[in-house]
């Protein structure tokens, strides 16, 4: 419409990766693991280019979110996030620009509180060379939350986040890349986390239609205080709270005993607890196959170790993916 591009969307997508979430806590119990959800975004970008080296842009969109079952009932619900951005192209190699995005968050269970957020800061894109390119953000990010819902978390969080990331081209066939990064997002059974990246990647073109991919990550997680949500492990006894009696609901595992436990909608328990740290390692290969000139494959393996502060939170895990895709 004149100058402007307006685009308008819909984007379905599911996912099933419980260890890509460090407040998923895998207890041996086979609701930690069947993390299935799926998400349904609508929304309409604009995109306005007043001249070659000028472009600005703005988004709004409306994601649903629902599990396929009942375990994580306590995550279903809607957002809207509003965006907007504007990058210049001060050099062939170098483009800045500034971003910011704010969002409203809403939990149909009433369990999770909802939330605000806010976020703006500058980005940069550098050519260093014809092999090298380096791109950095900086955000100052706010997430407020309403306290209406059943965590007992009543923290917020305002500071610093961002990324900076290097890709090298080493080869016409190998390349790598190195990045870090600091966010913070909402949580199971907390107001919040931030998390704090490192990933490597190496990727080698064996042949046109055959590539070699290798990642490793070490990601550390600190979360709000409220409640650590998980599935018993096997062998666990629940001990329903007597209110009149002034007695909490205790839960009695393998590893331990925990008093004032409280037994969510989905059937998870969620142990009150000042915060917890996660750190989470992962290495992983994959590859992929161009089966014609628009079915393409990939297979991949990931080995993801957990190391938490809370008594059950740590596991380690296996994961193998097989993908397909097709270009019409």
Known sequence: MGDVLF???????????????????????????????????TGLSTEWAPYTDLSVSADYTFSLERGLDDSFILL???????STAVFHRLHPDLTVGISASASLNDFSSNFQNSTKSFGAGPTATW????????????????????????????????GV?????????????????LSLSRGANGAL????????????????????????????????????GGLAIFAAPPGSVYFPPDP???????????????PGVVLTPGGLFGVPVPGQTILSYRVGVSTGYQITQ???????????????????????????????????
Do not use: C, M
Not at 244 to 258: E, H, K
Not at 311 to 327: E, I, K, P, Q, R
């Open 7 to 41: 685009t308008v969307f819909n984007r379905l997508s599911s996912a099933n990766d419980a260890a890509q979430r460090p407040d998923i806590i895998g207890t041996g119990n086979a609701l930690s693991v069947q993390f299935n959800r799926i998400n349904n975004s």
């Open 76 to 82: 279903n619900g809607q957002s809207q996030t509003v």
């Open 127 to 158: 050519r260093a060379s014809e092999a090298i390119t380096v791109s950095a953000s900086v955000r100052y990010t706010i997430i407020n939350s309403e306290r209406d819902g059943q965590i007992q978390d009543t923290s917020d969080f305002s």
């Open 161 to 177: 986040t961002g990324s900076l990331s290097a890709r090298h081209q080493l080869t016409q066939f190998i390349s790598h890349a």
């Open 189 to 224: 059974g907390s107001n919040y986390q931030v998390s704090t990246d490192a990933s490597y990647q190496l990727s080698w073109q064996i042949t046109d239609f055959l590539p070699l991919n290798f990642n490793a990550s070490i990601d550390q997680a600190e979360q709000s």
């Open 244 to 258: 009149a009696n002034g007695i909490p609901g205790i839960l009695v595992t393998p590893v331990d005993s925990f």
């Open 294 to 328: 628009k079915l393409g494959s990939s297979l991949g393996w990931s080995y993801i170790v957990r190391d938490s502060d809370f008594a059950l939170g740590d596991f380690d895990s296996h994961l193998v993916t097989l993908t397909l895709n097709y270009s019409f």
